[in-house]
């Protein structure tokens, strides 16, 4: 099974400020298949970007991804007050499908 | 727009079958999709379980395989979860959600195993 590894645990920082969050994968993940998802207290992970780089629908284009193999990148530009929360990223390329342990994004 | 909800007990206790249920609205299982199920505890952090296609085609998470069951009834747009013989290390919060980047869930449902 592939292992991800997302870095760092914890991310502290300001809003208006530039988020770059990592995810590495034990071994290459098939055709780019990754997503992000975010998560905040009480609520169910919601899709941010899928198949490396492509943006859910409704998500804000301040979210990106990035990466290929077994490297990827969520960015975001620009942090509102409302995107601190927990950030998993999970590869679909390969059964089982699995997830990260995930980034915490706090308000510094 | 695509609606999901879990459904069943919200106790089970050691060693019996936790069964719950999801219910789809706004989209027909029937017109595709695989649709999955997956569960999120604080010990392990979130865990794909397995996923079923219409059709009933499944395939699972092999660490559960042994005691999981998944079922479809497109008459009722519903998909089911069986797991069985469980123990306090399946306590945890379980979705349902639309494959295969899981861009629909439901909004979970916390089954605690405890006699």
């Known amino acids: 099974e592939i292992v991800l590894t997302q870095s760092p645990g914890t991310l502290s920082l300001s809003p208006g400020e530039r988020a770059t969050l990592s995810c590495r994968a034990s071994q290459s993940v098939i055709s780019s298949y990754l997503a992000w998802y975010q998560q905040k207290p009480g609520q169910a992970p919601r899709l941010l970007i899928y198949?490396?780089?492509d943006r859910a629908t409704g998500i804000p284009d301040r979210f990106s991804g990035s990466g290929s193999g077994t490297d990827f990148t969520l960015t975001i530009s620009r942090l509102e007050p409302e995107d601190f929360a927990v950030y998993y990223c999970?590869?679909?390329?390969?059964?089982?499908?699995?997830f990260g342990q995930g980034t915490k994004l706090e308000i510094k | 727009q695509v609606q999901l909800q879990e459904s069943g007990p919200g106790l089970v206790k050691p060693s019996e079958t936790l069964s719950l249920t999801c219910t789809v609205s706004g989209y027909s299982i029937s017109s595709g999709y695989y649709w999955g199920w997956i569960r999120q505890s604080p010990g392990k952090g979130l865990e794909w379980i397995g996923s079923i296609y219409h059709s009933g085609s499944t395939y699972y998470n092999p660490s559960l395989k042994s005691r999981v069951t998944l079922s479809v009834d497109t008459s009722k747009n519903q998909f089911s979860l069986k797991l069985s013989s469980v123990t306090a290390a399946d306590t945890a919060v379980y979705y349902c959600?639309?494959?295969?980047?899981?861009?629909?869930w439901g909004q979970g449902t916390l089954v605690t195993v405890a006699s």
């Open positions: 959600a639309r494959d295969v980047s899981f861009d629909h």
């Open positions: 198949g490396a780089s």
């Open positions: 999970q590869q679909y390329g390969s059964s089982p499908y699995t």
